[in-house]
């Protein structure tokens, strides 16, 4: 291991002690009231494979989507607050895997939601370009 990257490793170690994360977190997805993101959770299950990326908007500058793996689709974003925890954690632009813990609501509910997991890595998309997600 390099000193860089030992470095890089321990203060991400201190801001998460100092944030009170503890991996893997468990999440409700946000902005699942969308007619494209009804359509992808009602065709996710549990342990589906997601990543989690920060795309800061205009707007929202500490927006995290959550995108499914199996279906190449964005199911919603993260609150606000649990954002900016993992920005803090893990600085901007951080790509990080996740998995559905459970689907809610559905019939005879109106809206598809979905409770799910943040572990703290990329193992799964180690090569990824979301280059799409990116506002222009």
């Known amino acids: 291991m390099s000193l860089f990257t030992f470095w890089k490793n321990y203060r991400r ?3 998460q002690k100092k944030s009170g994360l503890s991996f893997p977190v468990s999440a409700k ?3 699942v009231k969308i007619c494209d993101h009804q359509g992808a959770l009602a065709q996710s299950a549990p342990f589906d494979e997601l990543q989690l990326v920060h795309v800061a908007l205009d707007d929202y500058p500490n927006n995290v989507y959550v995108y499914s793996i199996p279906l ?5 974003h993260l609150d606000e607050e649990l954002s900016k925890q993992l920005i803090y954690v893990f600085g901007y632009g951080f790509c990080l895997d996740g ?3 459970e689907i809610l609501g559905g019939p005879p509910y109106k ?3 979905a409770r799910i997991f943040i572990h703290d890595d990329n193992v799964m998309m180690e090569n990824c370009e979301f280059s799409h997600l990116h506002s222009h």
């Open 13 to 15: 170690c201190q801001r």
């Open 29 to 31: 997805i946000h902005g």
């Open 72 to 76: 190449n689709r964005i199911l919603g």
């Open 99 to 101: 998995e559905i813990d």
């Open 111 to 113: 809206y598809f939601g």
